[in-house]
């Protein structure tokens, strides 16, 4: 099956940049990349995806090295609202989207 | 609100019990998925539905088993219930059948607890 490694956890303070990183040791190259977070008590929200090159979008940035093994989610300035678990997952061809255990994310004011 | 409707919120039953958890799509979206929650796994992938035909199977149990109706509403029912199937079980859908570049919006998730 595939296979996404993320830390366990990450702290950042109040607007400042934060980097989450994802290794998809994996991944195919039909495979798109994508992050999903949850914050408490909800259910897991779209953040953003992408393919093979760099994504932006209103909410955040997507980094992905060239041999796409392993892809960063920026949040360009963290904010008391963006703590929550931050999941990074593959999907493609075979249909399964495989998401891993999550990174939590704190924020300090 | 992403527009996905699960229900019931809260669910308590007792372990051999069944039950059905129901989950209706965003207006337009044709495919379901459905995922276990739970405090030591994480997030895993159930199983998915696209236009009523089942797509993808993930690690679900053969005590469970789901469905998509031809209004596109889906049914996960759990049957012979024990104490770890306690978990929060999210539905999610999406526009299109291929995982590759769907977006997949979640609803708010069913609370399983069995006692």
């Known amino acids: 099956d595939a296979k996404t490694t993320q830390p366990n956890s990450m702290e950042s303070n109040e607007e400042e940049p934060v980097h989450l990183p994802c290794n998809h040791s994996?991944?195919?190259?039909?495979?798109?990349i994508h992050w999903y977070r949850q914050l408490p008590s909800q259910g897991p929200e779209y953040v953003i995806h992408g393919l093979t090159s760099n994504v932006n979008n209103r909410m955040a940035s997507l980094a992905i090295a060239e041999d796409r093994k392993s892809s960063t989610l920026i949040l360009h300035r963290a904010t008391l609202r963006d703590a929550a678990v931050y999941y990074c997952?593959?999907?493609?061809?075979?249909?399964?989207?495989?998401f891993g255990k999550g990174t939590l994310l704190t924020v300090n004011p | 609100d992403s527009g996905v409707t699960q229900t019931p919120k809260h669910l308590i039953t007792a372990t051999g019990q069944r039950v059905t958890l129901r989950c209706s799509p965003r207006?337009?979206?044709?495919?379901v998925y459905w995922y276990q929650q739970s405090l030591d796994q994480g997030l895993q992938f159930l199983i998915q539905y696209y236009n009523g035909e089942e797509r993808a199977k993930g690690n679900i149990l053969e005590r469970f088993s789901a469905q998509q109706f031809p209004d596109l509403h889906s049914e996960l029912n759990l049957s012979s219930l024990e104490l770890g199937d306690s978990a929060l079980y999210f539905c999610a859908s999406s526009v299109g059948g291929g995982l590759a570049k769907n977006i997949q919006y979640f609803g708010a998730g069913t609370r399983l607890s069995v006692l």
């Open positions: 997952s593959q999907g493609g061809s075979n249909y399964k989207l495989t």
């Open positions: 994996t991944i195919s190259g039909t495979d798109y």
């Open positions: 207006s337009g979206d044709l495919s």
